[in-house]
């Protein structure tokens, strides 16, 4: 079946970038599309974007446009998020997840944790 | 883009109660929702999609129903693993999650 591992924990200081990486097993990158979703402490979920089959490119929430960048590697399987200029308010835990035919997400990475701090 | 409003943000509840948690949309969304059951430090699980379809692996306690704005996910029976937090999330256009619902023990 398919799985989504991340990468681990990590500590930015504001205005800095960070890149959060998000390897697949039992499929590969090609089968899938690839969203990206975060979570700040104690707060809800939010979709940043993905993988948009229909126009065979990649999608971004208004919110981030201009800050975060997904690419893939299909060498490797391995999806990656990176967002720039970091702020306080985007401490968070980030998810990699996906469908398999749902089209709702019904694999999920792990969760990567994301501290912005001076 | 379209806001999903969920109600109630928390719900105190009983084992056994029938339990039932609303989510609207700021416009047609035709039957693209899903529900995701969330607990704490874990990602969420897919429960239900297309608004009425029981994921695989999800007990039957779960249901979901609706279509257009407005949709609801019940649990017949509130089991001890069941007390999470809930989120519905439309894929109609782009994706937006509701703000969640807590599900705690009364």
């Known amino acids: 079946q398919v799985q989504l591992v991340q990468s681990g924990a990590e500590v930015k200081k504001p205005g800095a970038s960070v890149k959060v990486s998000c390897k697949v097993s039992?499929?590969?990158?090609?089968?899938?599309?690839m969203h990206w979703v975060r979570q700040a402490p104690g707060k809800g979920l939010e979709w940043m974007g993905g993988?948009?089959?229909?126009?065979?490119?990649?999608i971004y929430a208004q919110k981030f446009q201009g800050r975060v960048t997904m690419t893939e590697d299909t060498s490797t399987d391995t999806a990656y998020m990176e967002l720039s200029s970091l702020r306080s308010e985007d401490t968070a835990v980030y998810y990699c997840a996906t469908g398999t035919g749902r089209g709702a997400f019904d694999i999920w990475g792990q969760g990567t944790m994301v501290t912005v701090s001076s | 883009d379209i806001q999903m409003t969920q109600s109630p943000s928390t719900l105190s509840a009983s084992v056994g109660d029938r339990v039932t948690i609303t989510c609207r949309a700021s416009?047609?969304?035709?039957?693209?929702l899903a529900w995701y059951q969330q607990k704490p430090g874990k990602a969420p699980k897919l429960l239900i999609y297309k608004a009425s379809s029981l994921e695989s692996g999800v007990p039957s306690r779960f249901s979901g129903s609706g279509s257009g704005t407005e949709f609801t996910l019940t649990i017949s029976s509130l089991q001890p693993d069941d007390f999470a937090t809930y989120y519905c999330q439309q894929y109609n256009s782009y994706f937006t999650f509701g703000g969640g619902t807590k599900v705690e023990i009364k």
């Open positions: 039992g499929y590969t990158l090609t089968e899938l599309s």
């Open positions: 993988f948009d089959p229909e126009d065979g490119e990649t």
């Open positions: 416009q047609s969304i035709s039957s693209w």
